[in-house]
Protein backbone atom coordinates (compact mmCIF):
# COMPACT_ATOMS: atom_id res chain seq x y z
CA UNK A 1 0.00 0.00 0.00
CA UNK A 2 1.85 3.33 -1.45
CA UNK A 3 1.62 6.21 1.04
CA UNK A 4 2.77 8.36 -1.32
CA UNK A 5 2.23 8.28 -5.38
CA UNK A 6 3.50 9.86 -8.17
CA UNK A 7 1.14 8.91 -10.83
CA UNK A 8 2.82 10.22 -13.97
CA UNK A 9 6.15 8.10 -14.86
CA UNK A 10 7.13 11.09 -17.18
CA UNK A 11 7.22 14.62 -17.97
CA UNK A 12 8.61 16.19 -20.94
CA UNK A 13 8.83 20.17 -21.44
CA UNK A 14 10.04 22.43 -23.62
CA UNK A 15 12.98 24.61 -22.15
CA UNK A 16 11.61 28.47 -20.02
CA UNK A 17 7.82 26.70 -19.85
CA UNK A 18 6.60 25.59 -16.68
CA UNK A 19 7.51 22.29 -15.39
CA UNK A 20 4.29 21.13 -12.92
CA UNK A 21 5.07 17.59 -11.19
CA UNK A 22 2.47 15.97 -8.72
CA UNK A 23 1.74 14.09 -5.59
CA UNK A 24 -0.50 12.65 -3.91
CA UNK A 25 -0.71 11.16 -0.29
CA UNK A 26 -3.15 9.11 2.17
CA UNK A 27 -1.62 9.75 5.40
CA UNK A 28 -2.89 12.32 6.90
CA UNK A 29 -0.32 12.28 9.82
CA UNK A 30 2.33 13.19 7.13
CA UNK A 31 3.49 16.81 8.71
CA UNK A 32 6.96 17.38 6.22
CA UNK A 33 7.23 17.08 2.35
CA UNK A 34 10.33 17.12 0.23
CA UNK A 35 11.05 17.12 -3.22
CA UNK A 36 14.26 15.22 -3.81
CA UNK A 37 16.47 15.40 -7.87
CA UNK A 38 17.86 12.86 -9.07
CA UNK A 39 20.68 12.24 -12.10
CA UNK A 40 21.62 8.90 -13.18
CA UNK A 41 24.04 7.14 -11.06
CA UNK A 42 23.99 9.45 -8.24
CA UNK A 43 21.96 10.01 -5.04
CA UNK A 44 19.31 12.16 -4.68
CA UNK A 45 20.04 15.45 -3.76
CA UNK A 46 17.33 17.51 -1.27
CA UNK A 47 15.57 20.34 -3.32
CA UNK A 48 13.11 22.15 -1.30
CA UNK A 49 10.62 21.34 1.77
CA UNK A 50 7.18 22.12 3.36
CA UNK A 51 5.72 21.97 6.53
CA UNK A 52 2.28 20.72 6.35
CA UNK A 53 1.29 23.93 8.59
CA UNK A 54 2.01 26.33 5.36
CA UNK A 55 0.63 26.02 1.52
CA UNK A 56 3.64 27.16 -0.20
CA UNK A 57 7.54 27.76 -0.02
CA UNK A 58 9.09 29.26 -3.08
CA UNK A 59 13.62 28.80 -3.51
CA UNK A 60 14.36 30.45 -6.61
CA UNK A 61 12.70 28.65 -9.73
CA UNK A 62 11.29 26.15 -7.53
CA UNK A 63 8.08 26.20 -5.44
CA UNK A 64 5.67 23.73 -3.72
CA UNK A 65 2.37 23.76 -3.48
CA UNK A 66 0.42 21.81 -0.19
CA UNK A 67 -3.18 21.56 -0.75
CA UNK A 68 -4.22 19.36 2.65
CA UNK A 69 -7.85 19.05 1.76
CA UNK A 70 -6.87 17.05 -1.18
CA UNK A 71 -3.72 15.36 0.12
CA UNK A 72 -1.56 16.63 -3.05
CA UNK A 73 1.35 18.51 -3.50
CA UNK A 74 3.55 20.14 -6.59
CA UNK A 75 6.38 21.50 -7.42
CA UNK A 76 6.71 23.73 -9.95
CA UNK A 77 9.59 24.93 -12.13
CA UNK A 78 9.79 28.12 -13.71
CA UNK A 79 11.53 28.47 -16.26
CA UNK A 80 12.47 25.06 -16.54
CA UNK A 81 16.02 24.24 -17.88
CA UNK A 82 17.98 21.50 -20.06
CA UNK A 83 19.58 21.23 -16.44
CA UNK A 84 16.58 19.98 -14.67
CA UNK A 85 16.28 17.23 -16.48
CA UNK A 86 16.50 14.37 -14.04
CA UNK A 87 14.01 11.94 -11.70
CA UNK A 88 12.10 13.97 -9.17
CA UNK A 89 10.62 12.17 -5.96
CA UNK A 90 7.90 13.79 -3.58
CA UNK A 91 8.68 12.45 -0.10
CA UNK A 92 6.95 12.14 3.05
CA UNK A 93 7.51 12.12 6.86
CA UNK A 94 5.36 12.07 9.76
CA UNK A 95 6.20 12.90 13.48
CA UNK A 96 9.15 14.77 14.80
CA UNK A 97 10.43 11.25 16.64
CA UNK A 98 9.84 9.09 13.34
CA UNK A 99 12.76 10.43 11.25
CA UNK A 100 11.57 8.05 8.24
CA UNK A 101 10.99 9.27 4.86
CA UNK A 102 8.37 7.69 2.39
CA UNK A 103 9.19 7.99 -0.80
CA UNK A 104 7.26 7.97 -4.38
CA UNK A 105 8.19 6.13 -7.24
CA UNK A 106 9.48 9.27 -9.06
CA UNK A 107 8.88 11.30 -12.20
CA UNK A 108 11.17 11.75 -15.40
CA UNK A 109 11.41 15.05 -16.14
CA UNK A 110 12.86 15.97 -20.01
CA UNK A 111 13.35 19.71 -20.74
CA UNK A 112 14.12 19.85 -24.33
CA UNK A 113 15.43 23.30 -26.02
CA UNK B 1 33.29 19.19 0.79
CA UNK B 2 31.13 17.44 3.34
CA UNK B 3 29.60 14.40 1.92
CA UNK B 4 28.21 11.04 2.17
CA UNK B 5 30.74 8.28 0.19
CA UNK B 6 29.51 4.81 -0.85
CA UNK B 7 31.52 2.14 -1.65
CA UNK B 8 31.89 0.48 -3.90
CA UNK B 9 29.47 2.00 -6.48
CA UNK B 10 29.47 -1.37 -8.39
CA UNK B 11 29.40 -5.01 -6.52
CA UNK B 12 29.30 -7.97 -8.29
CA UNK B 13 28.41 -11.28 -5.82
CA UNK B 14 27.32 -14.70 -6.19
CA UNK B 15 24.06 -15.82 -5.09
CA UNK B 16 24.10 -16.79 -1.21
CA UNK B 17 27.38 -15.28 -1.16
CA UNK B 18 27.84 -12.60 1.70
CA UNK B 19 28.53 -9.03 1.11
CA UNK B 20 29.22 -5.75 2.81
CA UNK B 21 28.31 -2.61 1.68
CA UNK B 22 29.79 0.33 2.80
CA UNK B 23 29.11 4.13 3.83
CA UNK B 24 31.02 6.87 5.64
CA UNK B 25 29.93 10.42 6.09
CA UNK B 26 32.30 13.98 7.23
CA UNK B 27 28.55 15.58 7.73
CA UNK B 28 29.21 14.48 12.12
CA UNK B 29 25.32 13.70 10.92
CA UNK B 30 23.63 11.49 14.11
CA UNK B 31 21.33 9.73 11.87
CA UNK B 32 22.47 7.35 9.28
CA UNK B 33 19.80 5.30 7.00
CA UNK B 34 19.75 2.41 4.54
CA UNK B 35 17.41 2.66 1.68
CA UNK B 36 17.02 -0.12 -1.17
CA UNK B 37 15.64 1.12 -4.26
CA UNK B 38 14.69 -1.22 -7.35
CA UNK B 39 14.28 -0.51 -10.68
CA UNK B 40 11.33 2.51 -11.36
CA UNK B 41 10.33 1.44 -7.33
CA UNK B 42 10.41 3.61 -4.64
CA UNK B 43 13.44 4.05 -1.94
CA UNK B 44 12.21 1.40 0.21
CA UNK B 45 13.92 2.20 4.23
CA UNK B 46 15.64 -0.86 5.37
CA UNK B 47 17.00 0.58 8.59
CA UNK B 48 18.23 3.30 10.41
CA UNK B 49 20.59 4.42 13.25
CA UNK B 50 19.59 7.47 15.56
CA UNK B 51 23.24 7.97 17.21
CA UNK B 52 23.89 4.22 18.38
CA UNK B 53 20.15 2.93 18.23
CA UNK B 54 19.30 0.80 15.72
CA UNK B 55 16.47 1.26 14.18
CA UNK B 56 14.75 -1.86 12.02
CA UNK B 57 11.88 -1.69 9.56
CA UNK B 58 9.33 -4.02 10.03
CA UNK B 59 9.34 -5.67 6.64
CA UNK B 60 12.85 -5.78 6.14
CA UNK B 61 14.13 -9.21 5.88
CA UNK B 62 16.12 -10.85 8.27
CA UNK B 63 19.01 -11.70 5.16
CA UNK B 64 19.84 -7.97 6.11
CA UNK B 65 21.86 -6.03 8.91
CA UNK B 66 23.60 -3.45 9.23
CA UNK B 67 26.44 -1.82 11.58
CA UNK B 68 27.51 1.29 13.11
CA UNK B 69 30.79 1.16 15.00
CA UNK B 70 30.94 5.03 14.99
CA UNK B 71 29.63 7.97 13.63
CA UNK B 72 30.81 8.25 10.84
CA UNK B 73 30.62 4.62 9.34
CA UNK B 74 27.92 2.79 8.44
CA UNK B 75 27.83 -0.87 7.39
CA UNK B 76 24.97 -3.08 5.29
CA UNK B 77 25.50 -6.44 5.30
CA UNK B 78 23.37 -9.47 3.10
CA UNK B 79 24.51 -12.80 4.93
CA UNK B 80 22.92 -14.25 1.72
CA UNK B 81 22.54 -12.40 -1.35
CA UNK B 82 19.28 -13.55 -3.32
CA UNK B 83 18.57 -12.38 -6.87
CA UNK B 84 15.80 -10.56 -5.73
CA UNK B 85 18.40 -8.46 -3.54
CA UNK B 86 19.69 -7.13 -6.62
CA UNK B 87 19.34 -2.89 -6.33
CA UNK B 88 20.36 0.05 -5.75
CA UNK B 89 21.62 1.13 -2.04
CA UNK B 90 21.55 4.09 -0.92
CA UNK B 91 22.78 5.68 2.26
CA UNK B 92 21.77 8.41 3.46
CA UNK B 93 21.96 11.14 6.98
CA UNK B 94 20.65 13.61 8.23
CA UNK B 95 21.72 16.11 11.36
CA UNK B 96 19.82 19.35 12.38
CA UNK B 97 16.79 19.25 14.55
CA UNK B 98 15.39 20.91 11.70
CA UNK B 99 13.11 18.12 9.64
CA UNK B 100 12.90 20.58 6.30
CA UNK B 101 16.43 20.29 5.87
CA UNK B 102 16.19 16.72 4.34
CA UNK B 103 18.73 13.83 4.09
CA UNK B 104 21.81 13.69 2.65
CA UNK B 105 22.41 11.35 0.01
CA UNK B 106 25.46 9.44 -1.41
CA UNK B 107 25.90 7.64 -4.99
CA UNK B 108 24.63 4.39 -4.07
CA UNK B 109 26.18 1.16 -4.73
CA UNK B 110 24.25 -0.85 -7.19
CA UNK B 111 24.57 -4.56 -6.34
CA UNK B 112 24.09 -7.31 -8.62
CA UNK B 113 23.58 -11.03 -7.62
CA UNK B 114 24.70 -13.50 -10.32
Known amino acids: DQQVKQNSPSLSVQEGRISILNCDYTNSMFDYFLWYKKYPAEGPTFLIS?????DKNEDGRFTVFLNKSAKHLSLHIVPSQPGDSAVYFCAASEGYNTDKLIFGTGTRLQVFP | DAMVIQNPRYQVTQFGKPVTLSCSQT?????MYWYQQKSSRAPKLLFH???????NEADTPDNFQSRRPNTSFCFLDIRSPGLGDAAMYLCATRGGSHRGSGYTFGSGTRLTVV
Open chain 2, 49 to 55: YYDKDFN
Open chain 1, 50 to 54: ISSIK
Open chain 2, 27 to 31: LNHNV
